[in-house]
């Protein structure tokens, strides 16, 4: 990921006021070009507003909007809409049109053939994830994550370097919004477009964003920069108590957990030493992947696995989740390569904690 | 202008207002002619309506059965009726209740199925009985939809009963009638003059009894 | 054989006075419908008063429009025309009349019924305000419309007859004259065509409504 991208999107002293409320106030912020930035609030905070503001969904009261440098009021609104995808909540999708007419709906305002957009289409479809035989269905056919993998096609179908999402995730249910957030990335890895993601959830903000811009009450930006930022050094108490609880182990997620000693799965035994998870045992199936533990007689499911390259917060939940209150590392191919020891975790939660202040041991 | 002078004379003229034959009992005869319809269709097509949406099912039933009655012409059932049974008060109601069980029977059932089951199956796990949930849960909400209904069923009985003049019958279609028939053209613009004034006070009085029955909870902004 | 050609001038006449008066009147309800009906798209911070206060006008309005009678309003209108009560003319701007006031509540209800958020999807991805209503709006209010065209259609058909006890020609006249004549089968024959005549076009707007539709699938 780039470091120091350009700015794609930005806003120069911009305010929204209603008759009778601000809901955005004397906003400045630059969104990189090529990142995912998301913007996370409590509800009313403008962050929709801001975000209906770039494609003038929303006009402005005060201030500019500049689009790769350009104000975004030098050309018609309707041409700026076709220049830049929009994604959201329920999806929005034509019920009176098929899947791949909605997915062809810019290129076709664009003036491209019938031919042409559904060729698009079908390729699109594709690229989401959605099978081909889905085409020919009307959305009232489609069920919440194959709806909101549509409405994420006839974004990509404008063909732009921008992506607008307007909570596109929010209403579907957690697994599938786990499935829709892994591919977002997936798709931001292979399209690097520049991506302005709305969410009231912190933790999809954190899950998806390499910039976060969290808004406060009254529609100023509280804090904006890289998760970890936020998360280690909130600006404020506002961000603080939004950023919730457990930021404290959220934290752990940015954390490496690469340092962490790793105790043979043989333990000490060959050179007469106990194991020293005794009594407990693991056990492992015939390709060498753990299958659960044994106390005397009794055997118990296992708990989560810490998988190489995995985070602090990765460690920790083997470690909490394990009946032996050992975690078990995994390499690549799922095979159990070692045991995490819960003193060693928390001694390196530690290391990270004094380095974020400077502090020497 | 000239048959707009006339009008206004005849109505001026106090002779036009009283007797047999006058303004007051024509209007009194009208709304007696259409109070009748509109109660017989009523025990009919009410109970019937609501118990349909109360059952959830048979909505089919009932919007097929309103469009057939509301293909049916009633001048056509009128003089049908006349012929059969005979002149006198039977035949013209027994057409025009047909006309109103209609928008009676589709603003019942209609107003009925129409409340959100989430309510109704609340409260039955609290415990109401069939008969409660009719009483206390579904009727009171379907009001507003139910007294659409009666509203439209009173607009058009009252039009209709202007007709009941042509079979010999009274009513303020009798002016309509005898106009024509010595071709006054200005009575027959005071009668229809009346008619549309009866239809628009009854209609008030009917809103504002509607307003009076609904909850204060239930009125949608419009 | 001179009967059959009477009935068939008859419904010709029947068949006139009814579709023309639906079609003038739904085509004359649209842009009233759409000028009053409520706008919720987000962002927009709600309905506001004015256009609260302006559907309110529009509709009841109609409202107040509907509670003529039919039979009113075919012997009024002379004094606006200056035609006959008998003339077509009359007979087809009256009945126009009537079926506005039946179908700018249906129309409202219809444009209202279209859900906001596609119409936003429209605007975000670039509709223009005409292309959006002909393309997305119109389109999505058809089946709440087809429902209110559909009682317009058959309470129209039912209340043309009436116009015969005035003298206006139509299948009401085998009515009239039935009655007039002691005849009950020319009565019979009158209902009959009537119902046939309003099955038939109903079942014509149902068909249509239903090609016109056939995204609203069940999933």
Same mark, same amino acid.
């Given at each position: ?17 209603y008759?009778?409320a601000?809901?955005v ?14 913007f996370?609030?409590? /509800?009313?905070?403008?962050?929709t507003t ?6 003038r ?26 220049s ?14 098929t ?12 003036g ?28 009232a ?5 194959q709806?909101?993998?549509?409405g ?24 599938v ?28 903000a ?5 910039r976060?811009a969290?808004?406060g ?8 920069g ?11 108490d506002?961000?603080?108590s939004?950023v919730?609880?457990?930021r ?22 060959a ?10 045992e +693991? +056990?492992?199936d ?15 499911t ?44 928390? *001694? ?14 | ?13 106090p ?16 709304l ?5 319809v ?5 025990v ?23 469009g ?14 006349a ?17 109103a ?5 589709t603003?019942?059932?209609?107003g009925? /199925? *129409? ?31 139910i ?15 202007t ?10 279609g ?18 229809m ?30 | ?16 006075? /009814?579709?023309l ?19 919720r798209?987000?962002?927009a ?7 609260r ?17 039919s ?37 409202v209800?219809?444009?209202e ?9 429209g605007? *975000?991805?670039?509709y ?26 058959? /309470? ?14 139509s299948l009401?006249?085998?009515f ?15 209902i009959?065509?009537?119902?046939v005549?309003?099955?038939?076009l ?11 539709t ?6």
């Open positions: 990921m780039p470091e120091t991208a350009a700015t794609a999107i930005e806003f120069a002293g911009v305010t929204k006021r008759e009778s601000v809901a106030e004397d906003l400045d912020l630059a969104i990189p070009a090529g990142l995912i930035t998301t996370v609030g409590p /509800s009313g905070c403008g962050k801001s975000l209906r503001m770039i494609n969904m929303v006009e402005a009261t005060e201030g500019t909007i500049l689009i790769q440098g350009e104000d975004n009021r030098d050309r018609p609104a309707h041409e700026l809409r076709r830049m995808g929009y994604v959201m909540q329920q999806a929005g999708l034509m019920p009176h049109r899947v791949a007419d909605n997915i062809a709906t810019v290129p076709r305002l664009k491209a053939s019938r031919a042409d957009g559904r060729a698009r289409a079908l390729e699109l479809m594709d690229t989401v994830g959605l099978d081909r035989k889905l085409a020919k269905r009307y959305p056919q489609l069920s919440g994550g709806a909101q993998r549509v994420v096609a006839r974004a990509l179908a404008a063909d732009s370097p921008i992506l607008l999402m307007d909570e596109p995730f929010s209403a579907v249910d957690p697994v919004r786990t499935d829709l957030q892994n591919e977002l990335v997936r798709l931001h890895e292979q399209l690097e477009r520049t991506i302005v993601f709305v969410t009231h959830d912190i933790d999809e954190v899950a998806l964003g390499h976060i969290v808004f009450e009254g529609g100023r930006i509280a804090q904006f890289t998760p970890e930022e936020i998360l280690r050094a909130p600006a404020d506002f961000v603080a939004f919730g609880r457990d404290g182990l959220r934290r752990l997620t940015f954390a490496s957990g690469q340092e962490l000693p790793m105790h043979p799965l043989e333990g000490g035994t050179s007469g030493l106990e194991r020293p998870w005794a009594p407990w +693991l +056990l492992l015939d390709a060498a992947r753990p299958a659960g533990w044994r106390f005397g007689e009794r055997e118990v296992g708990g989560t696995l810490f998988t190489p390259g995995g985070s602090l917060r990765e460690a920790l939940d083997a470690v909490l989740s394990s009946p032996s209150g050992w975690g078990v590392a995994v390499d690549d191919a799922g095979r159990a390569a070692g045991l995490i020891a819960s003193d060693d975790v928390m *001694a390196a939660a530690g290391r990270e904690r004094r380095s974020r202040y400077g502090v020497g041991e | 202008m000239n048959v707009l002078e006339q009008t206004w004379k005849w109505f001026a003229d002779a036009s207002w009283t007797g047999a034959g006058g303004i007051w009992s024509r209007l009194v005869e009208h007696g002619y259409s109070g009748l509109l109660l017989i269709a009523a009919i097509a009410l109970p019937v309506g609501v118990l349909v949406g109360h059952r959830r099912s048979g909505g089919n039933v009932v919007v097929g059965v309103a057939a009655l509301r293909a049916l012409p009633t001048l056509g059932l009128l003089t049908l009726f012929l059969w049974i005979g002149l006198g008060l039977t035949a013209p109601v027994l057409a025009l209740v047909l006309l069980i209609a928008p009676l029977l603003g019942a059932y209609a009925v /199925s *129409a409340v959100d089951p989430v309510v109704v199956d609340a409260a039955r796990a609290q415990g109401l009985t069939e008969w409660q949930i009719l009483t206390r849960v579904e009727l009171p909400v379907a009001v507003p939809v007294f659409g209904g009666i509203r439209n069923a009173t607009l058009q009985v009252i039009a209709t009963v007709i009941m003049a042509y079979i010999d019958l009274g009513g303020l009798r002016f309509l009638i005898d106009g024509l028939a010595v071709r006054d053209y200005s009575r027959m613009v005071a009668s003059i009346l008619a549309a004034a009866l239809a628009l006070v009854l209609d008030a009085v009917l809103a504002g009894a509607q307003k009076l029955l609904s909850s204060p909870g239930l009125s949608k902004e419009d | 054989m001179g009967n059959l050609s009477t009935v068939g001038h008859l419904t010709w006449l029947h068949l006139l006075q /009814s579709v008066p639906v079609v003038l009147g739904t085509l004359i309800s649209i842009p009233i419908a759409r000028f009053a009906a409520g706008r798209a987000r962002g911070g709600g309905r506001r008063g004015a256009g206060v302006r559907r309110g006008v529009v509709v009841n309005a109609a409202a107040l429009l509907y509670t003529v009678p039979l009113a309003l075919f012997v009024l209108l002379p004094l606006i025309l200056g035609t006959s009560i008998t003339s077509l003319t009359n007979v087809i701007v009256a009945l126009t009349l009537y079926v506005v006031a039946m179908m700018v509540r249906s129309c209800d219809a444009f019924s279209v859900s906001p958020e596609v119409l936003d999807a605007t *975000a991805m670039g223009r305000p005409l292309r959006a209503f002909f393309g997305i709006e119109l389109p999505l209010s058809v089946p709440v419309m087809a429902a209110g065209l559909r009682v317009a259609l058959v /309470s129209n058909i039912s209340m043309v007859s009436v116009g015969a006890v005035i003298g206006i020609q009401g006249t085998l009239t004259d039935g009655l007039r004549r002691d005849l009950m089968a020319e009565i019979v024959v009158g009959l065509a009537t119902v005549l309003a099955l038939v109903d079942r014509l707007v149902t068909w249509s409504a239903a090609a016109l056939r995204w609203q699938v069940r999933a």
